[in-house]
């Protein structure tokens, strides 16, 4: 599987930004999708899931009510939307894959950077 995010960029506090991340490959055994964010000298974390058979979702507290993921299974591609962006937002956003055995798969990332 590979995973190609885009849409990050600069923008200011209480902007929206749409993060898009194309799955390729061996899409078929994906069952669940998810962004996680990362600033340099920290863990990545769980930004927000959704399971590709039913669409279930799942956010981190710091998002719930400002972020938003979906999926179009048309062409295997899954979304963040990210409202009220605050500078805490800022990081590097990737988008992960979990196939067979609980094996996952990355994207390269991309910068989202909020500025106050």
């Known amino acids: 599987v590979q995973l190609v995010e885009s849409g990050g960029g600069l923008v200011q506090a209480g902007d929206s930004l749409r993060l898009a991340c194309a799955a390729s490959g061996t899409t078929f055994e994906i069952n669940t999708m998810s962004w996680y964010r990362q600033i340099p000298g920290k863990q990545r974390e769980l930004v927000a899931g959704?399971?590709?058979?039913?669409?279930?979702?799942h956010y981190a507290d710091s998002v719930k009510g400002r972020f938003t993921i979906d999926r179009d299974k048309s062409n295997n591609t899954v979304y963040l939307g990210m409202n009220s962006l605050k500078s805490d937002d800022t990081a590097v956003y990737y988008c992960?894959?979990?196939?067979?055995?609980?094996?996952?798969?990355w994207g390269q990332g991309t910068q989202v950077t909020v500025s106050s």
């Open positions: 959704i399971t590709t058979e039913d669409g279930s979702t």
């Open positions: 992960s894959a979990r196939g067979w055995g609980n094996f996952d798969y």
